[in-house]
């Protein structure tokens, strides 16, 4: 890979991978000093199942998606598995933590008319808006369509942001259930503008082929391995920290985690570039072009996170 051909798409990636980080330093002037200290917690501890639940149908489904996608010019089967795979991992979470939620929720919060109680039947429209604005991140990926990326991300998360401060001023934000009502309209439409940019990319593409779903699996297994581990060990601590000190607590100790969130940003704008380069270029048998690459990523990322590492 010769790195000045990609400088704008690293741009762009580094712009995406920024979003988060600035949607969490303005959650602390628009919503942390918004919102009472459990209200913001209840919500704290929705969004980190989200996530958790997320990331994990990522590594199943969307992961294997992004690989096969670069390989393959008939993908069509691969698209239909990864959004059937899914929809079904998120039809899971919310059994679990929908219908279970009154053997979950006082382990998180003793308080027997928690907030969790109501902020959960929230989670089946969570992941029913979510769904294909984070297919399609996955499947852009494969092709480096970055600017677009870049796009679908910036309505959900500065969409988030300015809904929050529009409402605020109508004096109409007040609680958690309202925070999730905004993060809902805006992961709608974040997936509908997805939905505009890779129409025209899938139409007449679309196949169902139950071979492909055992193909996908059979790669699945070893990301979602890999990433469950990741995951529990970097947001089960949110969880820890209700179950001990309450969802205070928990508003507290998030704010205090988003400088975290650069070093995140550093390992997933590799990751956006690398999975994709890495399955075509392996599948064409170009590994001396793979070494090569890996060690220009592991040295021009390390420079760029000394300077944070001297500023935290």
Same mark, same amino acid.
Request: hydrophobic share 55%; charged share 15%.
């Given at each position: 890979?010769?790195?000045?051909?990609?400088?704008?798409?690293?741009?762009?990636?580094?712009?995406?991978?920024?979003?988060?980080?600035?949607?969490?330093?303005? %959650?602390?002037?628009?919503?942390?000093?918004?919102?009472?200290?459990?209200?913001?917690?209840?919500?704290?501890?929705?969004?980190?199942?989200?996530?958790?639940?997320?990331?994990?149908?990522?590594?199943?489904?969307?992961?294997?998606?992004?690989?096969?996608?670069?390989? #393959?010019?008939?993908?069509?089967?691969?698209?239909?598995?990864?959004?059937?795979? $899914?929809?079904?991992?998120?039809?899971?979470?919310?059994?679990? %933590?929908?219908? =279970?939620?009154?053997?979950?929720?006082?382990?998180?919060?003793?308080?027997?008319?928690?907030? +969790?109680?109501?902020?959960?039947?929230?989670?089946?429209?969570?992941? %029913?808006?979510?769904?294909?604005?984070?297919?399609?991140?996955?499947?852009?990926? /494969?092709?480096?369509?970055?600017?677009?990326?870049?796009?679908?991300?910036?309505?959900?998360?500065? =969409?988030?942001?300015?809904?929050?401060?529009?409402?605020?001023?109508?004096?109409? %934000? &007040?609680?958690?259930?309202?925070? +999730?009502?905004?993060?809902?309209?805006?992961?709608?439409?974040?997936?509908?503008?997805?939905?505009?940019?890779?129409? #025209?990319?899938?139409?007449?593409?679309?196949? !169902?082929?139950?071979?492909?779903?055992?193909?996908?699996?059979?790669?699945?297994?070893?990301?979602?391995?890999? &990433?469950?581990?990741?995951?529990?060990?970097?947001?089960?601590?949110?969880?820890?920290?209700?179950?001990?000190?309450?969802?205070?607590?928990?508003?507290?100790?998030?704010?205090?985690?988003?400088? $975290?969130?650069? !070093?995140?940003?550093?390992?997933?704008?590799?990751?956006?570039? +690398?999975?994709?380069?890495?399955? #075509?270029?392996? /599948?064409?048998?170009?590994?001396?072009? +793979?070494?090569?690459?890996?060690?220009?990523?592991?040295?021009?990322?390390?420079?760029?996170?000394?300077?944070?590492?001297?500023?935290?």
């Amino acid at each position: 890979m010769e790195f000045g051909r990609h400088i704008g798409k690293g741009l762009w990636a580094f712009a995406d991978k920024a979003l988060p980080a600035v949607y969490g330093i303005g %959650f602390i002037f628009l919503v942390v000093r918004a919102l009472p200290e459990r209200e913001y917690g209840a919500f704290v501890i929705v969004q980190t199942i989200f996530t958790v639940v997320s990331t994990m149908a990522v590594a199943l489904a969307l992961q294997p998606l992004t690989k096969y996608a670069a390989e #393959k010019k008939e993908n069509g089967p691969y698209i239909v598995a990864a959004l059937t795979m $899914t929809a079904a991992f998120f039809v899971l979470g919310v059994l679990i %933590f929908v219908a =279970g939620k009154r053997l979950i929720i006082p382990y998180l919060d003793p308080d027997p008319h928690s907030l +969790l109680l109501l902020l959960f039947n929230y989670l089946p429209l969570t992941f %029913f808006t979510a769904w294909y604005r984070i297919f399609s991140i996955s499947f852009l990926q /494969a092709s480096y369509d970055v600017r677009k990326i870049f796009w679908i991300d910036a309505a959900y998360f500065l =969409g988030t942001l300015v809904l929050v401060y529009w409402l605020s001023k109508m004096h109409l %934000f &007040n609680t958690a259930e309202d925070l +999730l009502r905004i993060n809902i309209i805006s992961q709608a439409a974040s997936s509908f503008l997805a939905l505009l940019f890779t129409a #025209k990319t899938m139409s007449g593409r679309l196949r !169902f082929e139950k071979g492909v779903f055992g193909e996908m699996f059979r790669f699945g297994k070893f990301t979602f391995g890999t &990433n469950s581990i990741y995951t529990v060990l970097t947001q089960m601590d949110v969880f820890f920290v209700s179950s001990f000190v309450g969802l205070g607590g928990v508003a507290v100790y998030n704010a205090t985690k988003i400088i $975290t969130r650069i !070093f995140d940003m550093s390992s997933q704008v590799l990751q956006m570039f +690398l999975i994709p380069f890495s399955s #075509k270029n392996y /599948a064409l048998g170009e590994k001396e072009k +793979l070494l090569v690459t890996i060690e220009k990523a592991i040295c021009f990322s390390s420079l760029l996170l000394l300077p944070v590492l001297l500023v935290s």
